[in-house]
């Protein structure tokens, strides 16, 4: 028995250790990142010169950078509003109706983000400069939406699995109409769900570079802008919008989870369905 604890113990270290290694490679690049922008010197070097914010400061005073940051904020916002409601109305026909080809509707609905970004990338700018919608904001906002759509609807669809089919033809028999009962009972169901695509499709789309830097044009995204920041010359100012990027999308992801994790919480304590 001993020999067993002792072999689960180190099974368990063994595991520990790889999951820190695995850890530490994919953040040591942020969190190396995040500490040298507040580096007084050019380069980043060991050990530090010292403090300062002037970074920042360059960064917040630059105009293109702001320039871009606007457009990511406002091409996140645009496409997560649209894809949120894309993908509501999209995983609500799957949940609501039976109907030839149903299989097929949904591969389609969720096929986007298997397609390579760099071939979306060119589809997008050959198919937008023909309608004439490369190159401005509301192109790029229909070009994430494309992408975008499908992880909104994988979100609500999981939280329309969890509500009982026979609520909605309760309601219709006792006389509430389809869009009262659409507004009163599964809109207040997904709730959380809808909350945490419009975050993690805001996400999505504020880090999106490759579609971007295709279609974008003269209106750049930040990520576009940091690439050409980065071409000729290597600037510690990206190490202060990288840090900054990397603070909105994390802000983002644990807003969605705090959303879902209080509704959660909520409706355990009111002795609801989860």
């Known amino acids: 028995m001993s020999a067993l604890r002792l072999a689960g113990v180190l099974r368990t270290t063994l595991l520990l250790f790889w999951c820190v290694v695995v850890f530490a490679f994919i953040f040591a690049p942020i969190v ?70 149903k299989r097929l509707y949904m591969a389609l609905a969720a096929l986007p ?13 050959t198919f937008q400069g023909r309608i004439g919608l490369s190159g ?29 089919r026979d609520l909605e033809p309760a309601a219709w028999n006792l006389g509430a109409g389809q869009w009262t009962t659409l507004r009163e009972i599964v809109l207040p169901f997904v709730a959380p769900s809808l909350a945490s695509a419009l975050l993690i499709t805001a996400s999505v789309s504020f880090d999106e570079f490759m579609i971007a830097w295709f279609i974008s044009g003269l209106n750049e995204t930040l990520p576009v802008r940091v690439l050409a920041m980065l071409q000729g010359q290597v600037s510690p ?19 969605a989870q705090l959303a879902t994790a209080r509704r959660l919480a909520a409706t355990r304590l009111t002795g609801g369905d989860p």
Request: proline residues 5%.
């Open 237 to 255: 100012r990206i190490n202060a919008v990288g840090a900054m990027v990397f603070a909105v999308s994390i802000l983002l992801v644990a807003l």
């Open 136 to 164: 401005s904001i509301p192109g790029l906002i229909a070009a994430h939406v494309v992408i975008c759509a499908p992880f909104a609807m994988a979100l609500i669809r999981m939280r329309l699995s969890d509500l009982g």
């Open 32 to 101: 190396s990142t995040v500490v040298f922008s507040f580096n007084v010197d050019r380069f980043p070097s060991l050990p530090w010169s010292g403090f300062s914010l002037q970074w920042y400061e360059a960064v917040l005073s630059d105009a293109t950078v702001r320039r871009g940051l606007w457009n990511s904020l406002t091409v996140a916002g645009g496409t997560a509003i649209l894809s949120t409601f894309i993908g509501f109305t999209t995983a609500y026909v799957d949940y609501r109706f039976r109907f030839f080809g």
């Open 113 to 125: 983000p298997t397609v390579p970004v760099v071939i979306m990338g060119v589809a997008m700018l």
